[in-house]
């Protein structure tokens, strides 16, 4: 069983930063694509940003682009997602995820695996 674990999440007032990290179990990651996903109260998960096996190729979600920057260290099997000028907006549980394949996909069904999730809170 692969687990994947989210850090990171806090408190933050608007236009202040924070920085997620998530690691996957077994390596599983290293040949895949991940991506962040986020999820408000009352509204549904939607996609965030992903990123390419070899971070080659990065996608954003056009309410945090500008803002937000994935990358990911394959050495250290970290993804990390930098959120900079934090709206309350962006305000979520943040999820992160391994994908089936090796790109950087916005389809929240070709992911796998899944982390429980880390609580951003926007104070404005």
């Known amino acids: 069983q692969v687990q994947v674990t989210e850090s990171g999440g806090g408190l933050v007032q608007a236009g202040n930063s924070l920085k997620l990290e998530c690691s996957a179990s077994?390596?599983?990651?290293?040949?895949?694509?991940m991506g962040w996903f986020r999820q408000a109260p009352g509204k549904e998960r939607e996609f965030v940003a992903a990123i390419s096996w070899n971070g080659g190729t990065t996608q954003y979600s056009d309410s945090v682009k500008g803002r937000f920057t994935i990358s990911r260290d394959r050495v250290k099997d970290i993804l990390y997602l930098q959120m900079n000028n934090l709206k309350p907006e962006d305000t979520a549980v943040y999820y992160c995820a391994v994908s089936r394949t090796a790109a950087a996909s916005t389809t929240m069904n070709i992911y796998r695996y899944w982390g429980q999730g880390t609580q951003v809170t926007v104070s404005s």
């Open positions: 077994k390596r599983t990651a290293s040949n895949n694509g």
